[in-house]
């Protein structure tokens, strides 16, 4: 932990020294920082990773490292399918998005991250931009005393907000810490587009899956979605309306969505694409 702080201690001061702006400079010299440091780079900063309650996960159905059984087999065959879309578009940024609350985007968001990096090809960032109600940090049992909206903000560099599961090797955490009222303000901040930009071309290898407020409850979505390449449509079987669906596409025309996730199906695979 000391020698944590102390890297901790050198960032900080080596983001002051170098910053040619107060706002935008530390996020980015925080996440020009290499994913998986060697030698060299573990006197800079490591990610710290967080013990996982394994009786949390499965009462939320969160998948175990490796995304192994029946419910890791329907994930890693969407995995398989976006990532083709993905590798399509020469794209490595993901929105998960849904027309109104309730469709489980959230957990389809986790899910997803975790099989993506079951794959030792590729490595995963997990964010929560959903900064209305964040969600993620619920979900894993994470009680973080920094975020997303902090590096935003500049209050904070990126790396400090990072962490990893114990298990998930590949599977990295960007969590949100509270509501923002004025999210979609933050959203569309230079700062915003600047950190995603920086993250998405730091990493060949890896895939940034964003989970965003849904799409008809507030204007977030369309806000944030200039950020990414391709979106992902998450709909509830017997509650997620056709209109609704029909409304969110059509207001999201510039984003190229490549598929759809079924929750709640009464077929026998609970995830369909």
């Known amino acids: 932990m000391e020698r944590i702080q102390k890297a901790m201690d050198r960032a ?4 002051a020294e170098h910053a040619s702006t107060p706002d935008v400079a530390p996020a980015l010299a925080a996440a020009r920082a290499p994913e998986s440091p060697g030698a060299a780079d573990t006197a800079v900063f490591r990610t710290p990773s967080m013990p996982v309650d394994q009786a949390l996960f499965e009462h939320n159905r969160i ?6 059984g029946e419910a890791g087999r329907a994930y890693k065959m969407l995995r398989t399918q976006v990532l083709r879309r993905l590798d399509q578009l020469g794209a490595n940024t993901l929105a998960v998005l849904s027309p109104k609350n309730g469709a489980g985007k959230t957990l389809t968001a986790i899910n997803l991250a975790i099989a993506i990096a079951a794959e030792e090809a590729r490595t995963a960032l997990l964010i929560d931009f959903d900064l209305r109600n964040p969600g993620i940090h619920k979900q894993l049992g994470l ?12 209050r904070i560099v990126v790396r400090e907000a990072m962490v990893k599961l114990a298990g998930y090797e590949r599977l990295t955490v960007l969590p949100a810490r509270h509501p923002i009222e004025s999210s979609s303000e933050l959203l569309t901040d230079q700062r915003t587009a600047a950190v995603v930009a920086e993250l998405r071309s730091r990493y060949p290898n890896r ?7 849904p799409v008809l409850q507030a204007d977030d979505a369309l806000a944030f979605t200039r950020n990414v390449q391709a979106g992902l449509m998450v709909v509830r079987e017997g509650e997620t309306r056709r209109e609704d669906v029909v409304r969110s596409i059509e207001m999201l025309r510039d984003l190229k969505i490549i598929g759809t996730v079924l929750n709640a199906s009464r077929e026998a695979q609970a995830t369909g694409y």
């Not at 009680?143 to 500049?154: F, K, L, N, V, Y």
């Not at 895939?207 to 407020?213: A, G, K, Q, T, Y």
């Open 12 to 15: 900080h001061r080596f983001a």
């Open 63 to 68: 998948l175990l490292p490796g995304a192994p």
């Open 143 to 154: 009680g973080p005393e920094i975020g997303i909206e902090d590096c935003i903000a500049g």
């Open 207 to 213: 895939i940034l899956v964003f989970d965003i407020p």
